[in-house]
């Protein structure tokens, strides 16, 4: 454990060194690529709280994309029909996830790892059944247009809606980096190590894990929350699985359990994904091929690839 | 209700268990045995339905053509699997790495969904029954589709084979000893790399063959994948990992339930899947902390964690 | 310039990792202090390889506006290729490609010629308007046409509106995506799910004996639009609607629906189920008996109904697509040259229409700056496959005529499954300008 504690000190470095850089992103690049720097930003903290489940717990997800959802239609309802500011509304989106994620928690954290998973998934589906079907609320499918003062419509002010972005982000980063470095998470880490271990140290093996996917619930409802900014409509789709799968692929591609991991997959998947659907419209076969590759050649995650070049 | 209604409606809930079977088949028994889930399933599935098409286009939908499409899919799919699994998959065994499995067979879904785009084109393919098998027999009063008796019959064909196989054979005894222990398993001088094969080509085959037996019921498009895969997955663990029976009964379970849910409320009819794996699962969970035993226990699979980095 | 370096960043992350993959295997424990560097320095690659693609691109984004002599005029077309509705994208491609083809052998429009790029949003909003938001800014795109999917064009017209001033001609059954007014970009080139309703329900009512009528639908909004229309346009028929069920999208069982509706006992069906959907409920309803217990009439394009092997011979049918009139015509035996069966032809059609509109506007308009030429569209009559069709000017709604009647099989004259005697219905009438 205290080997543990040290060991991952640095790994935080290399999300710091990117907020920096994205920070200065604006300065350098056109819009659209700005505007990929901000979607960057959506999948990310998404495949974070992922991680957080995944890589420090051993917990498997598939309900990120429930509280990702929720941040994003909370986020949106309360800027339609109450008034509030933006950051009003994502506190509260980050409330009513947290809140979620404490009570669909507490019914599943202690369940077997493959009912856990489909459990986790059948949820996000639920939801997405919902907003498909209770029109009068979400639309539906039709998708529920979100109105925005000027400041924050992303067409009228790239930059602006980037940095709100940017810094609710980075706020929420820091939160997940103090949690994994402090002794809450710390005991959790030798949780995924070694469970019953835990168990027998004293750990309160689940309401440990509790905390971690309501942690990880709040984080993933703010990136729901600002995914409202860069695409201003929401539809039932931010429910759909494919939103956990993606962060798991991001996680894997990043290297899971390490905190830089999935900031740095976000990244490369983000930028793979904008090539390959603007130079080919085989983009099945071309991301197949990538995937394909990258499980090849980095197992472990490309953030593993380089640590193993840096042991050399 | 009247009572053909209620027939009509129990025949309506078999045609659907039985699609749902067929979907989950190679998936639960790649899952159950190898304890990997393939993630590509829904691409086997599709990719027998638009195979099936084309054998079928090519040979003509007399009877003739159709068996060779049931057979010959099935066995050039099971074939192309048996190179994945050892070009590909094999490498993942032995740390027990899920996660590297999710990413690979993801990978390969994706990579299956841009060759049938390349080869079947976006647009839609149908394909007929040869003509004895297109019309419907009058049952109690009730209309029960032809089809439908063919997929019960081989339904229940595949579910007793593999009964038999496991438990009457000599693999399926070597199968069932790889399932508890591996390690031991190849210790004992057991090539267990050939037998992993073995049974991962046979839930490719499986898979392909489900997709051949959806073909001639509705128009065959790139759909197929999704709409084969979450459903495969609901009945699989609702039934219990590698349990056929176990799938068996999960199918027939939902798709009976749901075709009378859909007499009630044809949109809330399609959460059906969803609340009967849920009841299962959470009825297992309870009884599993009494220390009560359950119709069917699902293999114990090792938790989806990562391997121990650092 | 972007891609290449793009190429490069690629090619330094494999290079990089085949030489180091056996390393990691053999090295696991490693030192944390090199890590964190090396990471940082992984960091930065991969930001380097943004800055640098961003900044390689940058300088082609903003031209300038108005278009040098014999330049081309870029139209970005959104195919759906993956996705719900992906299965008509590449007749809608080759549509839209034939379009421009024949434009361009006329010489092409104010003596530019067109150039059409064509991009996958996966039937999927976010990637919808991703695409169309590159379309626009990096490859300076002024005009837009595309996408099977209300969701993605209802995100694209949002974009294209305000303040990007970009035409956007799509075909798209959502009324609320040409809500805009007169002053929107975004134009229509198929009917919408309400007057799609509305029509439906004139014919319905123009068969007294029809009494119990049981609707059947698609589970998204299209479904709930037109069935919302049609139940309105049926108030005071004195004919029942009797029930409302809607069938999951692209399911492959829908045997249970089927007899629900059997034990309802309609005199007639409606559906509003399309394409691949409709076959898998006609395939099951055939042997369950739907047929024999009631009429079944419902939107059924020609590619549909031929493909099926028995053809739903004495239901009623109706398509908005341009099928009807261009399935085994000239317009199709032009579509075959570029390589593709017409399977549907209405997609193809429609497809078609977009480019087709869009060059007459921008000819019309003696200009090639979106705004003049949304100008010249509004209450234009344009020339389509179908002929010549009215675009109103307050909605941006073309009256594209419905094609309907009771299907046959193959007949000496059309050898293949279609409508007789076909009925053209003029849609003017459905607009309130």
Known sequence: MARLSRARLGDGAPALVLIVLAALLPAVVSTEYVLLAASMIVTMLVAVSFNLLLGYTGMFSFGQAAFYGLGAYTTALLLNHTGASFYPALGAAIAIAVLAGLLSGAALVGLEPIAFIMLTFALGDLLEFLAEHLHGLTGGDSGLIVSLPRSLNVIADVNGVYYVMLAAATVALAVAFAFVKTTPGLAVRGIREDPLRARTLGIAVNRRRLGVFTLSAGIAAVGGGLSVLSAQIVYPDVFDWRVSANALIITLIGGVGLFSGPVLGAVLLGLIDFYVGRLTTDTLLVEGGLLLAVILVAPRGVTALWRGGAAR | ?310 | MALEEMMAFTTVVRTRGSNEMKKTHRARKSASKGRSKVLAGCALVTILALVGAGCGSSGSGSSSRSLAAGAPIKIGYLASLTGFCSTFSQEYVKGAELAVKQVNARGGVLGHPLRLIVRDDKATPNVGVSQARDLVLSDDVKYLAGTCSSAVAKSVTQLVSNPSHVLYSVGVADPSVFSGGPDSYAFDTIPTATIEGDNAAAYVRAHPRWKRVAVISEDYSYGYQVTAAFKAAMAGSGQQIISQDYVPSGGSDYSSYIDKLIAEHPDVVYSTVITEDTVTLVKQALPLGLFKHAKYFGILDYGTIDAMAQPPVGAYGYTYYPSASIYHTPFSADLQTLGTAVANGGAAGDAFNQIQIIAQGIADAHSTDPTAVRDALGGATVQTVQGNVKIHKCNHLIAMPIAMGPVVGKTAAQPFAHFEPLRLVDTNGYFKC
């Not at chain 2, 088949?25 to 084309?54: I, P």
């Not at chain 2, 066995?75 to 790495?97: I, M, N």
């Not at chain 2, 084969?228 to 997955?233: D, E, H, R, S, W």
């Not at chain 2, 699962?281 to 650092?310: E, H, N």
């Open chain 2, 1 to 310: 209700m009247s009572f053909v209604t209620f027939v009509d409606q129990l025949f309506a809930g078999l045609s659907l268990a039985f699609v749902l079977f067929f979907s989950a088949a190679g998936l639960n028994l790649v899952w159950g045995v190898l304890g990997v889930m393939n993630f590509a399933a829904g691409s086997v599935y599709m990719l027998g339905a638009y195979m099936a098409t084309s054998v079928v286009g090519r040979l003509g939908t007399s009877t003739g053509g159709w068996i060779a499409a049931l057979i010959a899919v099935p066995v050039t799919l099971a074939a192309a699997g048996a190179v994945v699994e050892v070009l590909l998959l094999r490498r993942t065994y032995r740390e027990q790495d899920e996660n590297r499995q999710f990413m690979l067979t993801l990978a390969l879904s994706y990579l299956v969904a841009g060759v049938v785009l390349l080869v079947f084109g976006t647009h839609f393919r149908t394909v007929s029954l040869p003509g004895f098998l297109s019309g419907g027999l009058n049952v109690l009063g009730a209309t029960l589709p032809a089809y439908t008796i063919v997929t019960i019959v081989l339904g229940l064909l595949v579910t007793a084979a593999i009964w038999g196989l496991t438990y009457g054979t000599r693999v399926g005894l070597l199968t069932r000893a790889a399932v508890d222990d591996r390690e031991m398993l190849g210790a004992l001088g057991v090539d267990v790399n050939r037998l992993y094969t073995a049974v991962f080509a046979f839930g490719i085959g499986l898979g392909a063959l489900g997709g051949v037996l959806i073909a001639p019921q509705g128009a065959v498009t790139t759909n197929l994948e999704t709409t084969a895969l979450v459903p495969a997955f609901i009945v699989v663990v609702t039934g219990g990992l590698g349990n056929m029976t176990g799938a068996l009964l999960a199918s027939l379970a939902i798709g009976v339930l749901q075709s009378f849910a859909t007499l009630q409320d044809t949109t809330l009819a399609q959460l059906t899947p969803y609340a009967v794996m849920t009841v299962v699962l959470l009825a297992r969970a309870v009884a599993g902390r009494r220390g009560l035993s359950i119709v069917f226990s699902p293999r114990k699979a090792s938790p989806a964690s990562p391997p121990a980095a650092g």
